[in-house]
């Protein structure tokens, strides 16, 4: 059974930092591609960052420059780093993992970033 469990959201002020991590059970991160992505009230999840099986990354245009992305496949953990945090990255965050047979879903982390 897959799980992946998500963890360093909270609150923080305008110009702060967060790390958010994603553990994995029952499915290997490094042979997948996973991303984070995002929800604020009232929209549509949109895709704030990816990792490919070989590394390769993207990122929404909004948050370039600010977040990355990255993987430690010891630990089976994709992390998001987010730096210069705005008032409008406010949403929770949900990381995902692409299989060839599905995707997979954590459980959510609210990021609430205050003015």
């Known amino acids: 059974q897959v799980q992946l469990v998500e963890s360093g959201g909270g609150l923080v002020q305008a110009g702060g930092s967060l790390r958010l991590s994603c553990a994995a059970s029952?499915?290997?991160?490094?042979?997948?591609?996973e991303g984070w992505y995002r929800q604020a009230p009232g929209k549509q999840r949109e895709l704030v960052a990816a990792?490919?099986?070989?590394?390769?990354?993207n990122y929404a245009d909004s948050v370039k420059g600010r977040f990355t992305i990255s993987r430690d496949n010891a630990k089976n953990t994709v992390y998001l780093q987010m730096n210069s945090l705005k008032p409008e990255d406010t949403a929770v965050y949900y990381c995902?993992?692409?299989?060839?047979?599905?995707?997979?879903w954590g459980q959510g982390t609210q990021v609430t970033v205050s003015s």
């Open positions: 029952g499915v290997i991160f490094r042979f997948n591609a």
């Open positions: 995902n993992v692409k299989t060839r047979v599905t995707d997979y």
């Open positions: 990792i490919t099986s070989i590394g390769n990354t």
